[in-house]
């Protein structure tokens, strides 16, 4: 995803860039399909650094971590970065301080690759067990079946390891 801050003559401005599904690897396994991923920005712009704030939104299918279906949802997270322009300066990614926080703009060209902050954004946004509804009954852990979907006929007895002691001493 590229930020093209040629476009701005005056500031503060506003942008949005909308990104290609392929542009993004390195998620996690429970993201199945990336549909659309939009980055809206507010951009103050001082010397050759340029202040950005906005919203990652992304429309994704997921994986269930109770059922393993496939579900959509979207994903919205909040993000800020810097887009620093080395051309003024000479610098290299090792002259910025160690944070992840900036995006480097190489040359004069004005454009700032930022489908890492992006990525991040997006990661950050995912719930750590995504599910495709809170009533969710996952599968059976006898014989897989989708329990969402049909019942089963599998013996499933609750049995808290931890009541062993007192039920050894029932049963002398």
């Given at each position: 995803m590229?930020?093209?801050?040629?476009?701005?003559?005056?500031?503060?401005?506003?942008?949005?860039?909308?990104g290609?599904?392929?542009?993004?690897?390195?998620?996690?396994d429970?993201?199945?399909?990336?549909r659309?991923?939009?980055?809206?920005v507010?951009i103050?712009?001082?010397?050759?650094?340029?202040?950005?704030?906005?919203?990652v939104?992304?429309?994704?299918?997921?994986?269930?971590?109770?059922?393993?279906?496939?579900?959509?949802?979207?994903?919205?997270?909040?993000?800020?970065?810097?887009a620093?322009?080395d051309?003024?300066?000479?610098a290299?990614?090792?002259?910025?301080?160690?944070?992840?926080?900036y995006?480097?703009i190489?040359g004069?060209?004005?454009?700032?690759?930022?489908?890492?902050?992006?990525?991040?954004?997006?990661?950050?946004?995912?719930?750590?067990?995504?599910?495709?509804?809170e009533?969710?009954?996952?599968?059976?852990p006898?014989?897989?079946?989708?329990?969402?979907?049909?019942s089963?006929?599998?013996?499933?007895q609750?049995?808290?390891?931890?009541?062993?002691?007192?039920?050894?001493?029932?049963?002398?």
């Open positions: 590229i930020l093209d801050l040629r476009q701005f003559e005056h500031f503060p401005a506003r942008a949005e860039v909308k290609r599904p392929d542009e993004f690897s390195g998620l996690p429970e993201v199945r399909k990336i659309e991923v939009t980055l809206r507010a103050q712009h001082s010397n050759d650094e340029y202040f950005c704030q906005g919203t939104d992304a429309s994704v299918d997921l994986e269930c971590s109770r059922c393993l279906t496939e579900f959509a949802t979207e994903l919205s997270g909040k993000t800020d970065f810097i620093r322009s051309a003024t300066t000479g290299t990614r090792r002259d910025v301080p160690d944070d992840e926080d995006v480097l190489h004069n060209d004005l454009r700032a690759d930022v489908t890492d902050i992006v990525r991040q954004t997006m990661v950050l946004a995912l719930s750590l067990k995504p599910l495709c509804s009533s969710c009954r996952g599968l059976c006898m014989c897989g079946t989708n329990l969402n979907e049909r089963c006929n599998c013996h499933r609750q049995v808290d390891e931890r009541w062993n002691g007192l039920r050894d001493l029932l049963n002398p």
